[in-house]
């Protein structure tokens, strides 16, 4: 079902236009996103059927990381900090 946005909406989402338009109910305390009808589906297609498989997804996070320089050495004092790896 399709509603209308109301003068109030319109105008929330003219303020900021290069961000999502986040919406409180009131009831439930819960926030809602609301994004043009184009990025809901691109965002529903990567994570229900994207084009790629999970092993070409794990490979382009993996070069992500690396151009973020999560392979840097001087970041490997952080493993030792890792609560899970103490005797």
């Known amino acids: 079902m399709i509603r209308t946005l109301?003068?109030?909406?319109?105008?929330?989402l003219d303020t900021d236009?290069?961000?999502p338009l986040q919406l409180l109910d009131p009831r439930t305390k819960e926030i809602f996103v609301l994004l043009p009808a184009k990025q809901y589906?691109?965002?529903?297609?990567?994570l229900e059927?994207?084009?790629?498989?999970?092993?070409e997804q794990q490979k382009l996070?993996?070069?992500?990381?690396?151009?973020?320089g999560w392979d840097?050495?001087?970041?490997?004092v952080y493993d030792d900090l890792d609560p899970r790896k103490q005797p």
């Open 6 to 12: 109301s003068l109030d909406l319109q105008q929330a």
């Open 17 to 19: 236009i290069d961000k």
């Open 61 to 68: 996070l993996r070069e992500a990381g690396k151009r973020a």
């Open 41 to 46: 589906e691109w965002i529903q297609g990567l």
């Open 72 to 76: 840097d050495p001087e970041l490997d």
């Open 49 to 55: 059927d994207g084009p790629l498989t999970r092993t």
